[in-house]
């Protein structure tokens, strides 16, 4: 069992940055991909950033170029840098963890391991 805390979310200007951590239980053996999804109020959960352990990443299209996913095996935590903030990115952002071998970057059902969200809100 994997368990995932994320923190460093916040309230932020439009054009502004935040940095989120995925803190996982355990070693970094304990996953093999996690991905960052957001839940905006009413819509459906989307994957924004994934991440292999082997180092392998996926981002969606409209955050490309803004969004850097990095992790740091020693403190077994998963960061999303995330720069030029728009209102569009507000949302509650949940790491999530995938042990299997395989992974369909985005697939809600792929993951197995939740974290217990952490709000985003950006402000025009």
């Known amino acids: 069992e994997v368990q995932l805390v994320e923190s460093g979310g916040g309230s932020v200007q439009s054009g502004g940055s935040l940095r989120l951590s995925c803190a996982a239980s355990?070693?970094?053996?304990?996953?093999?991909?996690i991905m960052w999804f957001r839940q905006a109020a009413g819509e459906e959960r989307e994957g924004v950033a994934g991440i292999s352990s082997a180092g392998t990443i996926w981002y969606r299209d409209s955050v490309k170029g803004r969004f850097t996913i990095s992790q740091d095996k020693a403190k077994n935590t998963v960061f999303l840098q995330m720069n030029s903030l728009k209102p569009e990115d507000t949302a509650m952002y949940y790491c999530?963890?995938?042990?299997?071998?395989?992974?369909?970057?985005?697939?809600?059902?792929?993951?197995?391991?939740w974290g217990q969200g952490t709000q985003v809100t950006v402000s025009s």
């Open positions: 355990g070693s970094s053996d304990s996953w093999n991909f």
């Open positions: 999530a963890a995938n042990t299997k071998a395989y992974v369909r970057w985005g697939l809600v059902s792929d993951f197995d391991y």
